[in-house]
């Protein structure tokens, strides 16, 4: 007997990535003969490192190292649902396996990954060349997909669909998401990582990673780094001036810390001062040059990271605080009534470029197009809403999970 297995309703290598959100495992008998239901048992099968898995009957059940399950001799299917076990995420594609044990033999396997973002100063080196190398080919020397990306985050009315209001956070999860999704189009197991600009990162700003720059702000990186050759606007080379000690060796004073900017309040409206500090911050006091000014910082590569843990943070504020219900006033600082805000801030706005709108108050290009797609989950579709990036791990609605998560960040 063989199992033909369907996760995250896909039979495609690349619905095979799991988060820390419950994900539908569907098992079916292939090749069954007449007679009683095949009694099973799931478990996983880990590489040293690798992620590990957890499994339940039902999404909202207790989710345990292994699972019994009965096949029905018939071939009809079965529907489980499987996870991430939070703390172990993968290293590497395929590093776990999930395993049907039958009475006598094992009766199939599919490896899988915990694919979850990660702190960038604690990369394995093979994580850190997957990543930089991804974004290298998406550059292509400037002649690549990324020249919509840097597009998108520019001045003028740009500016305004993504800075200034309650859309800020949602945006640039929006944001995060398509890079995320054209990187995986690359390398199925790269996620961003982020940067914890709160803490020393001695393993970030290396010439082996992000790069580092020269008296004049010239980037550098070893020869083996990619990302020697990224070029944007038609020119080659990444502009950072260091302002004062490296990044690599302390944090800036003035940067609130993790504890400090989740504490700013338990409504939106006061936990999204952190535009200011600590996301203001992290741009101007480390570096002078392309990351520090708005219509240029989406040059930098760093931009990337800083900005995953601008999204990080609010994420785990999320979580502290249960804030993923659109419908709940303390999740969003809605204005008075549905469109009182600028377009793209309001709860139920589409989200420029995405939207494909090019009439004021929008920008008259929409770089990009459509939002990338997923082989794992549907959401959020081409055209995003600001409320489709507030359950991104589906605690209230399981189908608006957007597929990503965070190593430190858990289910709540």
């Known amino acids: 007997m063989r199992i033909d297995f369907t ?18 495992l569907r098992l079916r008998l292939l090749d069954a003969t007449p007679g009683p239901d095949v009694a099973a048992t799931l478990s996983e099968d880990r590489r040293p ?48 396996s999930i395993v049907v044990g039958g009475p006598a033999a094992e009766l199939g396997r599919l490896p899988v990954m915990v694919r979850v973002r990660k702190n960038a100063n604690q990369l394995t080196p093979a994580e850190r060349d997957r990543f930089i190398s991804a974004m290298a080919q998406i550059n292509n020397r400037g002649t690549g997909r990324f020249t919509d990306f840097r597009n998108m985050h520019v001045a003028g009315r740009a500016d305004q669909q993504a800075h200034g209001g309650p859309g800020f956070l ?18 199925p197991a790269v996620t961003i990582p982020y940067w914890r600009f709160d803490r020393p990162a001695p393993n970030l700003f290396t010439t082996d990673f992000i790069g580092v720059p020269d008296a004049l702000g010239t980037v550098g990186f070893s020869p083996a780094n990619p990302l020697q050759f990224w070029a944007t606007d038609g020119v080659q080379g990444i502009l950072r001036r260091q302002l004062g000690a490296s990044p690599g060796a302390q ?20 936990f999204r001062g952190m535009q200011g500090n600590p996301h203001g ?28 843990n601008v999204d990080r943070l609010w994420a785990k504020w999320q979580s502290q605080v249960g804030r ?35 009439t004021p108050p929008r920008p008259s290009t929409a770089p990009g197009g459509a939002m990338a797609g997923s082989s794992c989950v549907p959401a959020p579709g081409n055209a995003p809403r600001v409320s489709d990036m507030l359950d991104f791990q589906g ?18």
């Open 49 to 96: 490192n690798g992620g590990s898995i957890r499994f339940s009957a039902t999404p909202d059940g207790n989710f345990t190292p292994t699972l019994k399950v009965s096949l029905p001799a018939s071939g009809a299917s079965v529907t489980v649902y499987v996870r991430g076990k939070f703390g172990t995420p993968s290293q590497a594609d395929g590093d776990v």
């Open 324 to 358: 993923y219900d659109a419908n709940v006033a303390a999740a969003y600082d809605a204005g008075p009534t549905p469109t009182s805000l600028l377009a793209g801030h309001n709860l139920h706005d589409t989200l420029w470029p995405w939207n494909g709108i090019v």
């Open 395 to 412: 605690v209230v609605n399981s189908s608006a999970k957007l597929g990503f998560a965070y190593d430190d960040v858990p289910l709540p």
């Open 251 to 270: 944090a800036a004073p003035n940067i609130l810390t993790e504890a400090q900017t989740l504490a700013l309040g338990s409504a939106y409206r006061n």
């Open 7 to 24: 996760i995250n309703n896909g039979g495609d290598a690349g619905a095979r990535y799991l988060t820390w959100a419950p994900s539908p």
């Open 281 to 308: 911050s992290a741009h101007v006091s480390y570096f002078s040059g392309s990351i520090s000014s708005i219509p240029t910082a989406a040059k930098d590569p760093l931009f990337f990271l800083l900005h995953c």
């Open 170 to 187: 949602p945006w640039h999860r929006a944001y995060l998401l398509d890079l995320e999704r054209e990187l995986q189009a690359i390398d």
